[in-house]
């Protein structure tokens, strides 16, 4: 782990890495390769630990910048691959019989065009994201936007989010209502309330359905005895 800061005072730069040594011995610092310019890190700007000259400051009169200050973390110890892969096999098998269950209610045809691809998903703690289609490995990197974001794992079952439902084309799901465009309903669930429905404007009489304006995708409602839930989400409502 690299800790990085934009200034060169101390209570930013070594006494949080003093802090951090102290709270979490399993962590050490590492030595960076030098540069021109690059200045060891302070002991006694510390807590007077040694390793603090592994530490690297960057002071503006010496290289360009306003003061930067760089220390590299290692922790201690690796997660063992038989336990690590165990638990990714036992809930990708989860996530895919869970999932496949939605896709069935919905009848799921296709998605942006082509057959869901099983190999490009992935689950990040209870999330569950669809990879772009890329022959390049990015699994185990970290991104603040991880492919498409299909949907959570809760307890034994599978909740779709609202982008998977932006996602789907015309016609590309059976379990559709679609409404007309000036159908009041349509500005009752944007503001997140449970919408009356008639039996013969549901594809099944009951669960997940895609509420569509004119076919196109809106968000998803979970239809129960004529009602159909709001999962529209609760920031986007007007």
């Not at 309903?185 to 009951?206: D, M, Q, V, W």
């Given at each position: ?16 890495i ?18 021109e310019?690059?200045?060891?890190g ?19 009169h ?29 809930l ?27 190999n ?21 990197l970290?991104?603040?936007r ?35 465009v ?29 509420l ?27």
């Open positions: 782990m690299l800790y990085s800061t934009c200034t060169f005072a101390p209570c930013e730069d070594e006494q949080i003093s802090w951090l040594l102290r709270e979490r011995p399993e962590l050490s610092l590492i030595s960076m390769e030098d540069y310019g690059f200045s060891t302070n002991p006694e700007w510390g807590d007077g630990n040694p390793q603090l000259k592994k530490c690297v400051r960057i002071f503006p010496k290289m360009q910048g306003e003061g930067h200050f760089l220390a590299l973390l290692q922790k201690e110890g690796t997660a063992g691959p038989s336990a690590g892969t165990s638990k990714t096999s036992r990708a098998a989860d996530v895919r019989k869970y999932m496949e269950e939605f896709f069935r209610e919905i009848g799921l045809k296709t998605l942006d065009g082509q057959e869901f691809d099983w490009r998903v992935e689950v990040r703690a209870d999330k569950v994201y669809y990879l772009p289609s890329v022959s390049c490995n990015f699994r185990g970290t991104f603040i991880n492919g498409l974001y299909l949907g959570d794992l809760k307890k034994n079952r599978f909740e779709p989010a609202q982008p998977l439902a932006l996602a789907f084309r015309k016609n590309e799901a059976e379990a559709v209502i679609s409404l007309s000036d159908d009041p309903r349509l500005e009752r669930y944007l503001k997140g309330e449970t919408l009356t429905i008639e039996p013969e404007e549901a594809a099944h009489s009951k669960g997940w359905h895609l569509c304006v004119e076919g196109y995708p809106l968000g998803f409602g979970k239809l129960v005895n004529g009602t159909l839930k709001n999962k529209y989400p609760a920031g986007w409502r007007v």
